[in-house]
């Protein structure tokens, strides 16, 4: 036995470990780095991974999950960056690809042909698979001298668990037995590459599997046409003009609510364009992807502060409110990433002064729907964060920053959004969805609608040059 007692009963190593664990041999500093590079590169491709399928993905929760776990995962990766370097790592190498069947394991995910095949290897092929390494890594490594890297495991095995637990659930809703077993065979081709790599870690030996690519023999393609299901069944439509009703001071602050609940749903097309944005500008430092990463995640989190609020009036948003997609749409398939860039940037920067974002907040203050106040104020200080990001990461690409404004402007008035053309086209119809949603909500609140209010008509055929700062929200 052991002789060694602690001073008085007290906790040693800082409550770190016993003793018999500090004295384990654990993982040399090699070693270390060699696994701690392996869940870098795991968690960066499914960054990508989930980003790039945002856009094409129809289900609006989807978007949303994935939206959230391309910002986890980018977080873990800014960690694990910054741990490597911390480990006499110059030059890291944090571009290397470190085994060969680990790239075709993640090169077959990001081509999977459907959502069915995207889930099941994202969720019961590639996180678990990171989830067993980090949980090796515990297990294997000395918990007092590579303390450092053991918190990074344990805080990212804590949102591992969460993004397992929502792909488990929206497995088991949306994949029968029947299509499980049509996408077997794949699923085993990602097992051999797991097991040719020596496990997505690298501690075990290799197991030589021949690997054919199937999905991924033709280099995946970023699909950029925003895609959505059937509870958007109206997405050309801009009947509505929400920012015309908001700032017309004849208008109480109550209705003025759904309108902003509106226009926090329709914002499911920012994480649709901002997908394009990263999908489509390589070679950028890593933290511009990160930055980017949080705001795509914000802007989901925007969305679902619409859904909330209709839910929260027991409205049902999806026969109610005909949330398009055209902006997304439209940006990402007549401009280039920069030039989307620039818009989006535009765009906030009208959001900025007073007749944007606090004037949101101040309609949610006075409007008797708590709920209105608090997503505004939330989505003000959100806001406030992504001017930061755009000044990081947009304005100084330009000499001066009213150049930069200016080419947003120029960029966002090129963009063709074809009001009257859809309609032509048979597209739209571009119902005024309006009355029959607020007659719902007055039902709601138990008061007779305003005529004036049921009587509004404004779409954004007209009146779109005049609130160009602001016909968009972001
Ligand atoms: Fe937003
Ligand atoms: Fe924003």
């Known amino acids: 036995m052991n002789p060694y007692r602690s001073y008085r009963r007290l906790p040693s190593l800082a409550g770190v470990c016993s003793m018999a664990d500090a004295m384990k041999p654990g993982l040399a500093v090699e070693q270390c780095v060699a696994r701690l590079k392996r869940y870098h590169y795991a968690f960066k491709r499914l960054h990508h991974i989930f980003t790039a399928r945002i856009t094409a993905e129809p289900i609006y929760e ?33 571009g290397a690809i ?24 994202l969720y019961e092929r590639a996180l678990p698979a990171l989830k067993a390494s980090l949980e090796k890594h515990l297990a294997d490594t000395n918990p007092l001298v590579d303390q450092p890297s053991v918190r990074l495991c344990r805080f990212a095995l804590l949102e591992l668990d969460d993004m397992l637990k929502f792909g488990a659930a929206t497995i ?6 029947p299509v499980r077993q049509k996408i077997s065979g794949w699923l085993a081709l990602l097992d051999d590459c797991l097991a040719a790599a ?10 030589g599997k021949t690997i054919t690519r199937q999905f991924s023999a033709k280099p995946y ?11 958007f069944p109206d997405p050309y439509n801009m009947g509505v003009n929400a920012e015309f009703f908001l700032y017309d001071p004849k208008f109480r602050p109550q209705p003025k609510t759904l309108m902003m609940f509106y226009k926090r749903l329709r914002e499911i097309d920012v994480p649709e364009m901002m997908a394009s944005i990263l999908a489509e500008t390589p070679d950028k430092p890593w933290d511009y992807y990160r930055d ?11 969305a679902m502060m619409g859904e909330v609020g209709f839910a929260n009036l027991g409205i049902d948003w999806g026969r ?9 749409l439209a940006l990402n398939t007549q401009l280039k990433p920069i030039e989307r860039h620039a818009v989006l940037y535009f765009i906030e920067q009208g959001l900025m002064p007073r007749n944007g974002k606090r004037f949101e907040w101040e309609v949610g203050q006075a409007s008797q729907n ?28 330009f000499a001066d920053a009213k150049a930069a404004v200016q080419y947003g402007d120029k960029c966002w008035s090129r963009v063709l959004m074809g009001w009257a053309e859809w309609r032509a086209q048979g597209l739209t119809q571009h119902r005024n969805w309006w009355p029959d949603l607020y007659r719902k909500a007055c039902a709601h609140w138990k008061i007779d609608p305003d005529p004036a209010v049921l009587g509004y008509a404004t779409t954004y055929e007209s009146v779109r040059a005049d609130l160009k700062t602001i016909s968009a929200s972001a």
């Not at 995962?73 to 480990?87: P, S």
């Not at 109610?320 to 997304?328: A, C, G, H, L, P």
């Open 370 to 397: 708590p709920l209105a106040a608090l997503f505004q104020d939330y989505d003000w200080a959100d806001e406030v964060l992504h001017a930061r990001f755009g000044r990081d990461w947009y304005l100084k690409e």
């Open 98 to 121: 470190p085994h060969p069947a680990l790239e075709v394991c993640f090169d077959e995910i990001v081509a999977a042909p459907g959502t069915e095949e995207l889930l099941l290897g």
């Open 172 to 177: 088991a809703s949306l994949i029968d037995e």
């Open 292 to 302: 980017m990463t949080r705001q795509l995640w914000d802007e989901a989190r925007h």
């Open 62 to 94: 989807l978007k949303m999950g994935f939206s959230l776990h391309a910002h986890l995962c980018a977080e873990h990766v800014t960690a694990l960056r910054k741990r490597v370097g911390e480990m006499r790592e110059p030059p890291l190498g944090l």
């Open 198 to 207: 020596g496990g997505l870690h690298g501690a075990d030996s290799p197991i």
């Open 320 to 328: 109610k409110v005909m949330v398009n997609f055209t902006w997304s």
């Open 221 to 231: 393609q970023y699909d950029g046409v925003p895609r959505r299901d059937e509870r």
